[in-house]
Structure formats: C-alpha cells, structure tokens
C-alpha cells in the first residue's frame, strides 16, 4: 500500500507568484534591470527564459531572493487543503530546491502562513529524495522534477503551468489546476471519504 506521506514543492505550489502580469520573478527582474525585458513564459529555468548573460541573472537573484521568499503570498486555499489532509493522518515533507541557506526563513514563512509540516528537506534531486522518504504522492510544478519523480513510482500531482504544458502523458502523472483538485486526487488515491 503506498505510504501516507506527502512531497510538496514549495515555489509555484504553495506560494502565489501570479500577483503581476508575467509573475513576481519577471516584474523583480525588470526592475531591477530598470527595463522591462522578454521571457519566454514557457520556459521554467530562469537562465533559460532570458536572452540575458547569467552574471546579471545572478546579481538579481544574489540581491533579491531573501526579499522575495518574505514577500510571497500562499496560493489560495493551499494552508487549508493540507491541514485537512494532516488531520486525515497525512505526513507532510516539504521538499524544494531552495538553497539550504533560506532554511530558516522558508521554515518560518511556512509557520506564519499556517502550513502544517513534518520535515522541510532543501535539495534539487527531488527525485532521490521521494524515494528515500519513502513518499506516496508528490505536488510539483516543474516538469523536469515531475517525470523523474513519477519514473520512480511516485504519483506525482502536477499544478498546470505554461513551462510544463510540453510535458507528456505518464500514468503517474495527475494535471490539476488548484488545490481543490489536489484534495479531491488524494482522497480518491487513498480511497478516503
């Protein structure tokens, strides 16, 4: 039976980066560079998005992220369905690729913004870590982190974005649009009333 633990990314899941036009990254980075610049909204890797030298990517991101990561709003509804979810019996793992070095800040914003959590793992290879965690089901944003993840058995619940729309068909693989879904996907996995 698959186990009741749950992996949840963090950026593009529970946080709300849609509050501009083109998201809060664009409108930081545009403002930062004091003009407004092209991204390529299907693209989901800054460095790829851009017809920008990297070092300005890293400069923007080396002068804003802290302010960012505090600034993020929760995605409408995100707190309440897994706090339901926690109270069905639910482990929550919060797994994102944020450096380890905003561990303190990422932990916090999640208390404040009433996320129930077990563990808060930082690390890029998502994909390993699910499987070491021994998690059931994984809410994910990235395509990338998607297929790997589900390669390795996982059901992966993937929030519909334009950098993942490319993505194809994988049995293990559930497209939702919000976190209503992701409750509704959960409870019929696990066959819960």
Known sequence: MKSKILGVDIDGVVTDESEYEKGLWH??????????????????????????????????????IPDIYHMLEPVKMA??????????????????????????????????????????????EKDIIAKEENVGVFIEDYADNAYKIAENRVEVILLDKKYNRHLEHNDNIYRVKNWDQIKNIILDLYNIT
């Open 27 to 64: 409108y930081h980075f545009c403002q930062f560079l004091g003009r407004n610049v092209e991204r390529n909204e299907n693209i989901y890797n800054i460095y790829e998005a851009y017809d920008i030298d990297n070092d300005i990517i890293n400069d923007f991101l080396g002068s804003i």
């Open 79 to 124: 707190s309440k369905v897994l706090d339901f979810l926690y109270k069905k019996g639910f482990t929550i793992k919060f797994i994102t690729a944020r450096s380890e070095e905003y561990k303190r800040q990422t932990q916090s914003w999640l208390m404040e913004n009433g996320f129930p959590f077990d563990k808060l793992i930082h690390s890029e």
